[in-house]
């Protein structure tokens, strides 16, 4: 796959993510992820562990493509409680690294929402990946 991070001249380095993403090939489009297991079910109501099955099942998605996580272009996090998602961004930032490994060159948005659609949930991901042709 082609990937090129843009960073434009002058701007400062972003920290853990990608200002934006070209990439060029077979486009996957993952539905938002949340912290359930493959039966539907919660077996937490833990933020970081939401977030690490959150991203095993955007994984699992990915390899049912042929993709991995460093085709990943494009995440979008909606969380309901944001203070709590700063407040742990160390243990998330883990939890990240363990599934996806260190793959920073991702264009990612994080936004605050008042409720998603599943009661248990506390988080939700979507992904854009792109495979070389």
């Not at 944001?82 to 490994?101: D, F, K, Q, T």
């Not at 605050?112 to 070389?132: F, H, M, P, S, Y």
Request: proline share 3%; no cysteine; aromatic share 8%.
């Amino acid at each position: 796959m082609s990937k090129t991070l843009l960073q434009p001249p002058g701007w400062a380095a972003p920290k853990g993510y990608a200002n934006g993403v070209a990439a060029r090939g077979t486009q996957i489009f993952i539905a938002g992820q949340i912290g359930w297991n493959a039966q539907s079910q919660f077996e937490s109501d833990d933020l970081v562990d939401q977030v690490r099955q959150a991203l095993l099942n955007v994984r699992v998605v990915l390899a049912e493509a042929g993709a991995e996580p460093r085709h990943i272009v494009r995440m979008t996090w909606y969380l309901l409680d944001r203070r709590e998602y700063v407040m742990r961004g160390r243990e998330i930032g883990m939890a990240y690294r363990e599934v996806l490994g260190r793959e920073f060159g991702i264009a990612m948005s994080a936004v605050q929402v008042a409720g998603l659609v599943e009661d248990r949930a506390k988080v939700e991901i979507e992904v854009t990946a792109v495979v070389e042709d």
